[in-house]
């Protein structure tokens, strides 16, 4: 008997982590975008009003694609007010919250980090053909606004020691990026992501002759 109830016991809380996880309670507001060993990538979106389940999210960065205005409630019932401007950023530590959108409305570009604890690779202040500004930064990641010079040009077999997560910032087709001898991606949307692991190699071209904003979230 105890031994069944034990199991019964196990099963409920495994019910309860999986119900937390924002993907599975709130499949209309979190879209994942891309996701392996190292991150989970996110698109949100909330319409005025709407609001979600209690979930949890382990410590990431979130970049907003436009102004928000969200009342957390926390699971001690109390509540924060976070207001957060057009594609800053904001480095956030694990937590369970539920979110309900008190502005016009919640498009965002949310970075999960997976791995146990922070890694321990240098990251950049500064990379040839880019202009970069820190926006959030935290114990696992920085992120940067980065304005790709129009020759900007990084050769096929680049590598990094750490991982990279770009997020276009624009619609374009003047950003090329091949990674790991894959085809390269020419077509970008607002908000679109890609993942450049450490040491992989890579190559990236600005080929459209003007300047390209887009968001780089280097990982140690």
């Known amino acids: 008997m105890k031994s069944a109830l034990t199991c019964l016991f196990v099963v409920a809380v495994s019910a309860v982590t999986l119900a937390q996880d924002a993907v599975k309670v709130a499949p209309t507001h979190y879209k994942v975008v891309l996701e392996n060993a190292a991150v989970r990538v996110l698109r949100i979106t909330y319409a005025a009003g709407e609001k979600s389940a209690m979930h949890q999210h382990p410590d990431s960065i979130v970049v907003p694609l436009s102004a928000s ?62 202009t970069m500004k820190v926006l959030a930064e935290g114990p696992r990641a920085v992120a940067q606004r980065v304005t790709a010079a129009p020759n900007f040009a990084e050769a096929a077999g680049t590598t990094h020691e750490y991982d990279q997560v770009v997020i276009a910032l624009g619609a374009t087709d003047q950003m090329s990026l091949s990674i790991g001898g894959k085809p390269a991606r020419t077509k970008w949307a607002r908000g679109d992501a890609e993942f450049i692991g450490r040491g992989v190699a890579h190559e990236a071209k600005n080929t459209g002759g003007k300047p390209f904003d887009f968001v780089i979230i280097s990982i140690k």
């Open 69 to 130: 205005k969200v009342k957390f409630t926390l699971p001690d019932g109390k509540t924060q007010d976070s207001e957060m401007a057009n594609e800053v950023a904001q480095y956030t530590p694990a937590g369970v919250h539920s979110p309900t959108n008190v502005g016009a409305g919640v498009d965002a570009v949310l970075v999960e980090f997976k791995t146990a604890a922070p890694g321990k690779a240098t990251l950049p202040t500064a990379r040839p053909g880019m």
